[in-house]
């Protein structure tokens, strides 16, 4: 018996080497799952919180950055494998931004759907749920003292029978049992450190993209459906691999051709491979279309299209580019750019709780003014703090408000010409945009 209990100590302690968290896609199973959403006229961020365990109650904050008219959002999670499912809702307020919690129940790890319903529309987006794993050093420090504890009461039980040999046995169990929990809890931070997942291997074509709207040619003020749909390169079968990228499964961006109107939204999943929105065509001519995603096996990719709002162009010939607001104005470093040279753009928000969206404390794009290049730059201090950080694998969450007031971004202009920015953050849950238009010189100009 004793030989058996020390014997089991020593395979305990050689299991340490084995200890790995459990991961998905380089997600790790501590980490909330989000996916921003833009649904029934309203601006949300889906957040699903990390389990400790299952069957368990499942957590999930419906951030409303633009709540709009509100109105009820339904949402339910359902496993993949064997059906079971669990349902919530929430109501989100008129004109009051912020998070509305609800609770679900999850009885199983593995690939799930969660189901968001509002204002008429239905999306439906993938994900693993996880668990995490209990640390190999763990259970050896749990396994040794519940062998200490059986060594004890067996050294007590043979001293009261008179049977010092086999007494002495248990107790010199009990001390190694002891000495093995305390040195294997000791000495757990430099215990089998984790490894980093391997990095995936690209090996799926890019997704070749079908952009629609509905109507064809919206009249001005007036709603309208834009559709895309995403193919995989080789099958032409529907790509339907998309993964959580910067907190969504897809962003669109809808800028006017003239600059004066832009939209930064994350359509829903209507069906494998087929992400809507539903807009408004506030403005008359010819709009571009970009969508930003990430494909299992392909990697990030940026797709475009273009549609065109029909009307006269009531433009004044003298009015900015971009849709111009008061307030706060980028400086630039250095003042006048030039192509291919590091710029940075400095923003003085004037807030000092700003909080994150998409997982930044902001995020900055930029168009051509011919429309041939959009770019997509996060805010380079929270992109520093996040690397730094030992929890790196954890996005920013919205309940804190720790960001601001200044912002900053580093990048370079690909080629000389005029650019259209936008600078996007959140106060207060809601989501401000700064346009603002650059100049950017040809390297060698002199200027």
């Known amino acids: ?60 904050d419906v951030v409303a950055h633009d709540p709009g008219k509100g109105g009820p959002v339904e949402l339910a999670v359902r496993s993949v494998e064997d059906g079971g499912s669990s349902t919530a809702s929430v109501r989100i307020e008129a004109g009051r931004p912020g998070m509305y919690p609800a609770v679900l129940r999850a009885g199983q790890v593995g690939p799930h759907e969660l189901e968001v ?7 439906v987006l993938p994900f693993n749920l996880l668990v995490p794993r209990t640390p190999r050093w763990e259970v050896v420090v749990y396994a040794a003292f519940a062998c200490g504890a059986v060594a004890l009461l067996g050294a007590l039980a043979s001293a009261a029978l008179r049977r010092r040999g086999t007494a002495a046995g248990f107790a010199g169990t009990f001390a190694v049992a002891i000495v093995v ?12 450190p984790e490894e980093a997942p391997a990095p995936e291997t690209l090996t799926r074509p890019n997704a070749q993209p079908l952009v629609e709207v509905s109507p064809e040619r919206p009249p001005i003020r007036s709603d309208y459906r834009l ?11 529907p790509a339907d691999d998309l993964v959580e990228h910067h907190a969504a499964l897809a962003h669109l961006v809808v800028t ?22 539903r807009l408004r065509a506030e403005r008359p001519g010819r709009h571009l279309v970009y969508v930003e995603f990430e494909r299992t096996g392909a990697g990030g990719q940026l797709v475009s299209g273009a549609f065109t709002v029909p009307g006269p162009d009531e433009r004044d010939p003298g009015e900015s580019p971009v849709t111009v607001t008061t307030g706060a104005v980028p400086v630039i470093e250095p003042a006048r750019p030039v192509a291919g040279r590091p710029v940075r753009l400095t923003l003085d928000t004037g807030a000092t709780a700003l909080r994150p969206w998409l997982g ?35 996005a920013p969450d919205e309940s804190v408000a720790r960001y601001g007031p200044r912002l900053e971004f580093v ?30 010189a040809e390297e060698g100009s002199g200027r």
């Open 360 to 394: 930044m404390a902001g995020h900055l794009i930029l168009r051509s003014r011919d429309g041939g290049y959009l770019g997509h730059v996060h805010e380079a201090r929270s992109m520093a703090d996040a690397t730094a950080d030992a929890t790196a694998a954890r």
């Open 227 to 237: 559709r895309v749909t995403l193919f995989d390169g080789s099958t032409g079968a």
């Open 117 to 123: 319903r509002a204002g008429g529309e239905r999306s």
């Open 1 to 60: 018996m004793i030989n058996r209990l020390t014997s089991v100590l020593l395979a305990l302690v050689a299991v340490l080497a084995w200890a790995s968290p459990a991961a998905a896609h380089g997600l790790d199973a501590e980490a909330d799952v989000r996916f921003a959403q833009t649904i029934g006229g309203m601006e949300l961020t889906v957040v699903v919180r990390a389990s400790i365990r299952v069957p368990a109650p499942l957590q999930v």
């Open 181 to 192: 929990a305390f040195t294997t809890g000791a000495l757990s931070p430099w215990i089998a």
């Open 256 to 277: 006017g051709d003239d600059g004066r109107f832009f939209r930064h939204v994350h359509p829903i999943r209507t069906a494998p491979g087929v992400y809507e929105v």
């Open 411 to 440: 990048f370079s202009f690909p080629r000389p010409g005029r650019y259209l920015v936008w600078i996007q953050y959140a106060q207060d849950y809601r989501i401000v945009t700064v346009p603002h238009v650059v100049e950017v």
